[in-house]
């Protein structure tokens, strides 16, 4: 089925090609015919013919199943429709309605040449107009209800959707002289409308379709029905902006892999969305006040989903669409791209005295809460080396308060990441219940897996202990759609694919040692936090906390010992 969609060629037990998911010259695409898996070793993409398709088409599971039922004549039985299903229908059938109607309005009709001329001014060519399916709402107050109510359409269905609004003795249409934007949801069905007045007065300037049982503020983006062909084609990359006219403007000069968050703060719900099809994320928000708020927010929203957006600053005050306007070149603007840490870091210090020592505290204390949010190690230890180096304050005392600040947080929410655990332990020790799953039972025996460091490593493992406990067996293939929610398919096709030969024998070996490791270094993690502990009981003069203390310690001293015996044995 996938060498429908990619050319491949037998190499060894699998097949390779050239990924269809980026840009590549050598074959890193693999396919596992025994397995019923691919990998993309180049870009880490993963997953069973269902992912294969919802990526590369760009659809949900429930039509990637109805694609391959059809395509090999296997019947799904249909499933009845619930009540609210059939009301949503009734809605999305209300909305096709009304976009048709203001399309027409814009593209045919002699009060839409008001607003052709408007998009035109602003430089938004009709091919433009017809990909996005911009439409007009005339000025007339009832346009739109009658049109509706000539189409048979139940009008309290249209009020529910806010196309319409009551008043005494009927209703009104809700968009007036507007260019009209319509939002669609991932299957391209029409879930709501943004409005542009044409004729700038005492209205708001931008209006959006309320909250209804089909569209919800904040959960996803304005143009990302076209930009995911894009994004996919640019490998992944993708331009975040504010507004319609930004987004237009960008895509008629051929920068499509672009989405619009709808005039609202970066969501959570909407990162998570993004991720699904791009994996390089880019900010581009207006320069002001609230835009560089919304920059700040948006680069923390990332962070806290472990994954980290660039930021755009755009020169002289200009905001996307301004500066296209003004004759502005792409590829200039690409060029001004910053980290987005690094740009919060700079906006945050901002204002504050650096050659001051309170202003220099101060900054500090801006700095600090954003950066411990940042759950890679690493990164998180370079940054707070860097935010040392810009306020002047030694690096000792950054982290001194860094772990002061984690201390005082909510008990049980975070715990300091120790750099004690042996990831490449967790790692091999997941690979080993992948590659082998006889060896699972001895793992949910020895229950580690709750316990480990890596998140994405500890979700797999999680993952694959339940589908063995209810199944007996495991199958990549049967979790995959649940690894790509989890965000972690990419680790466990990896995995999957880094195949050893091992002598007889040799699994067991290593995953008990794998065990011990991970035992080994949590006890070990576990007895410095006793010894800190007692440290300050011994302090405080606090006698019943220490022999509490002590009492635990003669208890994990032998388990450390017994494991380091066992140890010594085995490489023996």
């Known amino acids: 089925m996938i060498s429908d969609y990619v050319a491949l060629k037998k190499a060894g037990t699998n097949y390779k090609g050239l990924c269809p998911f980026h840009q590549e010259k050598t ?104 990909e996005y399916r911009i439409g007009y709402a005339p000025s007339r107050w009832d346009a739109l209800v009658t049109h509706l109510k000539k189409k048979g359409v139940n009008v309290k269905e249209a009020e529910a959707l806010g196309l319409i609004i009551p008043k005494t003795g009927g209703w009104y249409d809700r968009f007036r002289d507007r260019i009209i934007f319509p939002i669609f949801d991932l299957r391209d ?38 930009a995911r062909k894009h994004i996919q084609k640019a490998g992944g990359k993708v331009f975040m902006v504010e507004g319609y006219f930004d987004l237009l403007s960008m895509a008629q000069r051929g920068v499509k892999n672009v989405v619009a968050t709808l005039g609202t703060a970066l969501t959570p719900e909407q990162t998570r969305l993004a991720r699904r099809f791009g994996k390089d994320f880019s900010l581009l928000f207006d320069p002001d006040e609230a835009g560089t708020k919304a920059a700040l927010r948006g680069v923390e929203i990332f962070i806290q989903e472990d994954t980290f957006a660039t930021v755009i600053p755009l020169p002289d005050g200009l905001d996307p669409d301004d500066y296209f306007q003004k004759g502005g070149d792409a590829q200039a603007l690409w060029s001004r791209t910053i980290p987005g840490v690094e740009y919060s870091m700079e906006r945050l210090m901002a204002g504050y005295d650096l050659g001051a020592v309170e202003g220099r505290a101060k900054a500090v204390e801006a700095v600090l809460p954003f950066l411990l949010q940042i759950k890679d190690v690493v990164r998180r230890d370079l940054y707070l080396k860097r935010l040392a180096e810009k306020t002047g304050v030694g690096e000792g005392k950054i982290h001194d308060v860094a772990l002061t600040l984690r201390k005082g947080r909510k008990e049980g929410t975070e715990q300091a990441p120790s750099a004690g655990i042996n990831v490449s332990a967790e790692k091999k020790l997941v690979q080993m219940m992948i590659q082998h799953p006889e060896l699972i039972p001895l793992v949910i025996k020895e229950g580690v897996v709750a316990g480990l460091e890596g998140q994405a490593l500890r979700s797999i493992g999680e993952l694959v202990i339940h589908t063995f406990q209810r199944h007996g067996d495991l199958s990549l293939d049967r979790i995959a759609v649940q690894l790509e929610e989890r965000g972690v398919s990419e680790t466990a096709f990896a995995l999957a694919f880094q195949e050893e030969e091992l002598e007889e024998g040799m699994a067991e070996r290593i995953t008990a040692d794998c065990l011990r490791n991970i035992k080994m270094k949590t006890l070990k993690r576990q007895m410095e936090g006793l010894k800190k502990r007692i440290k300050e009981a011994e302090a405080q003069g606090d006698e019943a906390l220490l022999n509490a203390l002590f009492l635990s310690m003669n208890t994990l001293s032998p388990q450390i010992r017994k494991l380091q015996r066992e140890g010594l044995k085995e490489s023996s």
């Not at 619930?82 to 009734?90: F, N, P, V, Y």
């Open 189 to 226: 069905r029409v879930i709501g409308f943004g409005g542009r007045i044409v004729n700038d007065g005492p209205e708001p300037k931008y209006l959006n379709s309320p909250d209804s049982l089909l569209y919800k503020k904040g959960a996803g983006f304005y143009g990302l029905n076209v």
């Open 27 to 130: 074959p890193s695409f693999t396919v596992s015919q025994d397995k019923q898996l691919f990998h993309c070793f180049g870009c880490g993409v993963g997953g069973n013919i269902f992912t294969f398709l919802m990526k590369y088409e760009q659809i949900a599971f429930a039509e990637a199943v109805r694609v391959l039922a059809q395509r090999y004549g296997v019947l799904i039985p249909e499933v009845k429709a619930t009540a609210q299903d059939q009301r949503k229908e009734s809605l999305r059938q209300i909305n096709a309605m009304a976009l048709d109607f203001y399309c027409q309005q814009l593209r045919e009709e002699k009060e839409g040449k008001i607003a052709r001329g408007y998009l035109e001014r602003r430089g938004i060519e009709r091919a433009v107009w017809e």
